[in-house]
């Protein structure tokens, strides 16, 4: 009888990282929806272009590095309040793919 587990193909829709990379990615595009940040265009651009990396390569952590890193240029440019900057900073994937490999 066959493993159970080995019977299906792993989908990426059910990596729990992938879903983690897939709310970091809504987050980010809510928070450009926004005004201040909504006006500066080539911030918003470059935000969604690495949040969107991250969710169609769970594994890049170059990528997530970038949001992380352009969310100190949000909060200190006022363009979140502190609560927003933790839900991206400390949010499930960005927090985890911050420890070494």
């Given at each position: 009888?066959?493993?159970?587990?080995?019977?299906?193909?792993?989908?990426?829709?059910?990596?729990?990282?992938?879903?983690?990379?897939?709310?970091?990615?809504?987050?980010?595009?809510?928070?450009?929806?926004?005004?201040?940040?909504?006006?500066?265009?080539?911030?918003?651009?470059?935000?969604?272009?690495?949040?969107?990396?991250?969710?169609?390569?769970?594994?890049?952590r170059?990528?997530?590095?970038?949001?992380?890193?352009?969310?100190?240029?949000?909060?200190?440019?006022?363009?979140?309040?502190?609560?927003?900057y933790?839900?991206?900073?400390?949010?499930?994937?960005?927090?985890?793919?911050?420890?070494?490999?």
């Amino acid at each position: 009888m066959e493993d159970e587990k080995h019977s299906s193909p792993m989908r990426f829709e059910d990596l729990e990282a992938w879903n983690a990379a897939r709310e970091l990615t809504t987050v980010t595009y809510r928070l450009c929806r926004h005004e201040p940040l909504s006006r500066d265009f080539g911030l918003c651009d470059q935000l969604r272009r690495a949040a969107v990396s991250v969710m169609n390569n769970v594994f890049a952590r170059r990528s997530c590095g970038e949001v992380r890193s352009m969310s100190y240029v949000l909060l200190d440019n006022s363009y979140v309040s502190d609560g927003e900057y933790r839900e991206i900073y400390a949010g499930p994937f960005v927090a985890a793919s911050s420890s070494p490999a």
